[in-house]
C-alpha cells in the first residue's frame, strides 16, 4: 500500500507509539522514526541528560527542530514525544503534513507499563494526572482520530490505523 502523507502518532507515555509505529512502517514498507530517539542519537546522550545540561527548554527547542526535520520527510511513520504537543509549531507542523493519530490510553495502563514498584505509583500518577489534564485537549484538538490502546492488541490497532487511512 503507498501511503500519501505520513502517519503522526501521538498521545502519553505508555500508549504504545513506539510499538504500534514500528510494526506499522513494516506492513506499510516505510522508516520509522521516534522523536526522542532520534534527539538521543544527533545529541549523543539520553533525553534525562539533555534537559538536566541544557533545562526543558533547551530539549523543547532541539524537539521543535527534530519534529520539524522529521515531518519535511514523506512516507514516513512518526511517533513524538508526548510532552511535544504542548508546542503551537509543532501541533501546526504535523496536522500540515500527515495523518494524526491520537493512542489514547489510561493512567492506569500508562502505571502498569511503567513498570515501577508501588512506592514510586503515587508520586508518578500524580504527575500522569497533571500531565493528562494539560495535555488531552491538546492531543484531541490535534488528532485526525482517536483510538483507545487499553485492552486491544497492538495488530488490531494497526489494523484500525489502516483502515483509516485508506478510508482517506
Not at 19 to 30: A, C, D, F, N
Not at 121 to 135: A, F, G, Q, T, Y
Request: charge should be neutral; charged fraction near 30%; glycine fraction near 6%.
Amino acid at each position: 500500500m503507498a501511503i500519501k502523507q505520513n502517519i503522526i502518532l501521538i498521545g502519553p507515555a505508555g500508549a504504545g507509539k513506539s510499538t504500534i509505529g514500528k510494526l506499522l512502517s513494516e506492513y506499510l514498507h516505510v522508516d520509522f522514526f521516534d522523536s526522542d530517539s532520534v534527539i538521543e542519537q544527533r545529541a549523543g546522550a539520553d533525553i534525562g541528560w539533555i534537559i538536566d545540561i541544557e533545562g526543558e527548554c533547551g530539549f523543547r527547542h532541539r524537539e521543535e527542530n527534530i519534529i520539524n526535520s522529521l515531518t519535511e520527510k514523506t512516507n514516513i511513520v512518526l511517533a513524538i514525544g508526548d510532552g511535544a504537543i504542548i508546542n503551537k509549531r509543532n501541533r501546526n507542523r504535523i496536522n500540515a503534513r500527515g495523518y494524526v493519530i491520537y493512542l489514547a490510553t489510561s493512567i492506569e495502563k500508562q502505571l502498569s507499563r511503567a513498570k515501577r514498584d508501588k512506592s514510586d505509583n503515587s508520586l508518578l500518577r500524580d504527575k500522569l494526572e497533571m500531565m493528562i489534564k494539560e495535555r488531552e485537549p491538546l492531543y484531541q484538538n490535534t488528532s485526525d482520530i482517536i483510538i483507545d490502546t487499553d485492552n486491544k492488541n497492538v495488530n488490531v490497532i494497526v489494523n484500525e490505523i489502516i483502515e483509516y487511512i485508506n478510508k482517506k
